[in-house]
């Protein structure tokens, strides 16, 4: 109920159930009290259909009647115990988010103990230790697929983690960090520094790089311009940086596509992937088994 700025709603809508039920209550113990003789005529109410086909008004049976009025009262004893009278909490204080918190922390004392044995181990050497990786794959299943794909081969965007070309490093200890931190690439937009010819002459030096087919002459005219501005992050020879996670140019794998229209886009729009961190969200020992399995992948 954050929304509501004033409590006057709230008392607006426990007043106004309270009140349904309580007239409720009396109209159909008014009504619905009346039983049905045996052997007396039922009244009809004067409808009449196909000659002979008539409407009567009989009492309602008396179980149904029955279960009317101790729904009243379930509803009445409900609305007691737990949230639904405007933001009244009810007696017993449930509330969904304590009931999932509950539920994590039991499952927490239940699992902690399976991730939490393999902490102790080495990175490399539980890389090669089949149960981890087994739990490793299922962790990976529930909380990176979204991302890097179910096969962990990434996306456009998404980096492959099944190749031995990193951003930022395939070190155990640095796809942990990765993980644990998060990572964010920042490639500048150069659209507003570069002019649209400036930024096709040094796609072609970058094609070259990889030794993708480019226009020899437009792309030794990049060249000046690479060194003036990418090779801070990209590196000399476009090797990349891990550090910056700038991506090796001089490869043939791209995390945003090779083709001339892609490497245009990147340059001009600059590029920035978010890798999130899960330290605080699935703990350091989910993410040491993680770090084992993604090493794993490709080694
Ligand atoms: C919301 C999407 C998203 C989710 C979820 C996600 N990742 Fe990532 N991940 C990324 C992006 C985007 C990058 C690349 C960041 C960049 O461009 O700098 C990345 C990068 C990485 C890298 C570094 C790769 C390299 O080449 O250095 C690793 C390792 C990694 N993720 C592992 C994981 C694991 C393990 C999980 C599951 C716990 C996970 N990621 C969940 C989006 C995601
Ligand atoms: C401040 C550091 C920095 C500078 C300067 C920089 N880049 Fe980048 N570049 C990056 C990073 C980081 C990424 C990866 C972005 C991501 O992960 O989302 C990237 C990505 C790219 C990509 C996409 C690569 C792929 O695999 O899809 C291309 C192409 C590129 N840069 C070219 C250039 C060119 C050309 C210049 C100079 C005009 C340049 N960069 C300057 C940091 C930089």
């Known amino acids: 109920m954050a929304d509501f700025t004033s409590s006057i709603w709230s ?10 039920i309580v007239v409720l209550f009396i109209f159909t113990i008014k009504v619905g009290a009346k039983k049905m003789v ?4 039922a009244e009809s109410v004067g409808h009449v259909w196909d000659e002979d086909l008539y409407e009567l008004n009989n009492p309602a049976p008396r179980w149904w009647y029955n279960m009317f009025i101790i729904s009243m009262f379930w509803g009445l004893i409900y609305l007691f115990l737990y949230p639904g009278l405007g933001s009244f909490a009810g007696y017993l204080g449930w ?5 999932y918190e509950q539920e994590v922390k039991a499952a927490n004392e239940k699992y902690g103990p399976i991730y939490e044995k393999f902490l102790i181990e080495d990175l490399k050497s539980l890389a090669g230790n089949e ?5 490793g794959s299922r962790l990976f299943s529930t909380y990176c697929t979204t991302c890097h794909g179910s096969d ?23 796809i942990k960090l990765t993980i644990m931190q998060g990572r964010q690439g920042a490639m500048p937009p150069w659209g507003a520094i ?7 002459n040094v796609a072609e030096y970058v094609k070259t790089l990889s030794g993708l087919s480019a226009d020899p002459s437009l792309a030794a005219a ?26 090796n140019l001089s490869d043939d794998t791209w995390l945003y596509g090779g083709s001339n229209k892609r490497i245009v886009e990147s340059i001009t729009n600059g590029r920035a992937g978010i890798m999130p961190p899960h330290r605080d969200f699935l703990g350091e020992a989910k993410v040491h088994i993680l770090a084992a399995y993604v090493y794993s992948l490709s080694n």
């Open 194 to 200: 570069i002019d649209d010819k400036g930024i096709q």
């Open 222 to 247: 990049g060249q000046k311009t690479f060194s003036q501005f990418c090779v801070a992050c990209h590196g000399a020879e476009g090797k990349g940086s891990p550090q910056m996670g700038a991506p």
């Open 152 to 174: 962990a081969r990434g996306a456009r965007g998404f980096p492959n983690l099944r190749d031995k070309d990193w951003l930022y490093g395939g070190e155990p200890d640095t």
């Open 38 to 41: 045996p052997g007396e005529q």
């Open 11 to 20: 008392w607006y809508i426990g007043i106004v159930t309270i009140v349904s």
């Open 131 to 135: 149960e981890a990786l087994l739990v």
């Open 95 to 99: 509330s969904q988010l304590g009931q």
